[in-house]
Structures are given as structure tokens and as C-alpha cells.
């Protein structure tokens, strides 16, 4: 398996315009988490998904921020508008279902995003 | 709520010394724990887990131990090499949808 794909792999903006960053997860995968990496807050988990169905998006920091998982093989992140501060690295997760008793997440290469 | 504690970063060391990351948890039940790894430029990758008390966890030289009585996970690895540097994230797992982790510690390994 090519493990999990996220693109673009840097992303540079203006403020103010929409971005959007895409995940295909492992082939299999019953979860999809979405996290933001920066040196001042470290990891954070901003939604994760089960089944195509966000569980939980109370990491989500602010009503610009929104995610979809239309299929089992596809999810996007989307910013709108873009602000300075949302400048991170966004990484994209997918762990197998329970019954398989996998915990392990698997992470994608991430997304380096700059807003100027 | 469940939390993992580890000790903060930077850790510079030569090569070939011995490393030692501290991570404690708190958690209700009996949690995975877990070490990843961030090469440079990289997403996280697991390092090496353990899923009952008294497990060790090992891979590439790293070992950690699970201990439930001091609620610890430290990641040892006995002589360190310059493509050991990294961030390594201790994390822990309750049977819920999700993986908390630790701030992170970055190690430097100098030649």
C-alpha cells in the first residue's frame, strides 16, 4: 500500500484566500484524523472521522475551518478565509476499525501551509 | 481526562551515548501506550507499543517498558546515532477513537 497521500505537500497563500488540503487514507481504514503541528502548540487533533462520519470536531479552532469525508478514500480540510495564524503543518491520519485490534495511527507526509 | 506527560526538549547527545526520554500517563482503564517517531520533514511513524503492564516494547535499538505501577513508558535505546535525531512523541490509547499524545521531545545527536 502507498500509505496515506496528502497533497499538496506545500501550500503558500495570501491572506484571506480559501485553501483546501486533501487525504486519501490507507485502503481499509475505518478512521480518518485530521491534526495541525505547530512549534507553539505542538499536536493538535482538529476532527477525526468513522466511517465517512465525523465523530468529533471539537478540536477544530474556529468556524473557518471545515472537513469532509465524502467517501472511504477521500477527505479535505478546507480554510476560508486563510489567516497568517493558520500557518502549520496539517497531517492526515487513518488507523483500521476495532475489530481488526489495530491501535496504531498511520500518518501521512503532511501539508506545510504559509499564509502571508 | 486522559494525559500523557514527557519530558521537554531539546535532548543534545553524542553519539553513541545512552538516551532516556521520560514519559508518564494518566488514564482511566488499562491504556496502550505507544512511541513515534518524526524524522525531519516526515509524518509520525510508530517507533514501538506496548498493550499490557510489564510489556516491553522494542525496535531499532529502542526499548521501552510498561510500567503501571509509576504509570510510565520511558524510551531508552543504549547508544544513539545521528539518524536517531528526531521528535519522539509518547502516546497513549483507551479503547476510544482516538490516540493522545505527548508535547513531543526533540533529540539532537551529534557526531
Known amino acids: 500500500d502507498a500509505g496515506v497521500i496528502q497533497s499538496p505537500r506545500h501550500e503558500v497563500t495570501e491572506m484571506g484566500q480559501e485553501v483546501t488540503l486533501r487525504c486519501k487514507p490507507i485502503?481499509?481504514?475505518?478512521?480518518l484524523f485530521w491534526y495541525r503541528q505547530t512549534m507553539m502548540r505542538g499536536l493538535e487533533l482538529l476532527i477525526y472521522?468513522?466511517?465517512?462520519?465525523?465523530?468529533?470536531d471539537s478540536g477544530m479552532p474556529e468556524d473557518r475551518f471545515s472537513a469532509k469525508m465524502p467517501n472511504a478514500s477521500f477527505s479535505t480540510l478546507k480554510i476560508q478565509p486563510s489567516e497568517p495564524r493558520d500557518s502549520a503543518v496539517y497531517f492526515c491520519?487513518?488507523?483500521?476499525?476495532?475489530?481488526?485490534?489495530?491501535?496504531?495511527?498511520?500518518f501521512g507526509p503532511g501539508t506545510r501551509l504559509l499564509v502571508l | 481526562g486522559d494525559s500523557v506527560t514527557q519530558m521537554e526538549g531539546p535532548v543534545t547527545l553524542s553519539e553513541e551515548a545512552f538516551l532516556t526520554i521520560n514519559c508518564t500517563y494518566t488514564?482511566?482503564?488499562?491504556?496502550?501506550l505507544f512511541w513515534y517517531v518524526q524524522y525531519p520533514g516526515e509524518g509520525l511513524q510508530l517507533l514501538l507499543k506496548?498493550?499490557?503492564?510489564?510489556d516491553k516494547g522494542s525496535n531499532k535499538g529502542f526499548e521501552a517498558t510498561y510500567r503501571k505501577e509509576t504509570t510510565s513508558f520511558h524510551l531508552e535505546k543504549g547508544s544513539v546515532q545521528v539518524s536517531d535525531s528526531a521528535v519522539y512523541f509518547c502516546?497513549?490509547?483507551?479503547?476510544?477513537?482516538?490516540?493522545?499524545f505527548g508535547a513531543g521531545t526533540r533529540l539532537f545527536v551529534k557526531a
Open positions: 491520519a487513518s488507523r483500521p476499525g476495532l475489530v481488526s485490534h489495530s491501535e496504531t495511527q498511520y
Open positions: 485502503s481499509g481504514h475505518d478512521y
Open positions: 472521522f468513522n466511517n465517512n462520519v465525523p465523530i468529533d
Open positions: 488514564a482511566t482503564g488499562y491504556p496502550s
Open positions: 506496548a498493550t499490557k503492564a510489564d
Open positions: 502516546a497513549l490509547y483507551t479503547g476510544g477513537f482516538k490516540t493522545i
